[in-house]
């Protein structure tokens, strides 16, 4: 499913996260927006995992063991990547998450090719 979205607000946030096999205690990230449906008016919270070179860049990071300050610096980056308010963004939602539609959040990933394609 496709989502032509209207940039509301973004973060990138911070959570806690663990090792499975260590159980050692590490930072995550993830984008998380506001978006408006340009064709519907719906309001929904979205988190992307994917299209931004800056959070797989974060995610290789994060594998190779960097230090926690490295992680927000590559994080902060990332900030001023973001869409900026009321821009459209084109999503590709790959699954819900949340327990009841009131709390559901809308995993996507950027759709840069989709994107590239339109603009062709």
Do not use: H, W
């Amino acid at each position: 499913m496709y989502l032509n979205a209207i940039v509301l607000s973004g973060d990138v946030g911070e959570y806690r996260d663990f090792n499975a096999s260590t159980g050692a205690e590490q930072l995550a990230f993830s984008i998380k927006m506001v978006v408006i449906d340009a064709d519907t008016t719906e309001k929904y919270t979205v988190q992307l995992n994917d299209g931004f070179e800056l959070l797989e860049q974060l995610k290789q990071m994060k594998k190779q063991g960097a230090a926690a300050d490295d992680l927000r610096q590559v994080a902060d980056q990332l900030r001023l990547q973001l869409p900026p308010q009321f821009s459209q963004l084109p999503l590709e939602v790959l699954r819900f998450k949340g327990k009841s539609a009131q709390y559901m959040t809308l995993v996507c990933k950027y759709a840069a090719a989709m994107a590239q394609s339109a603009a062709a």
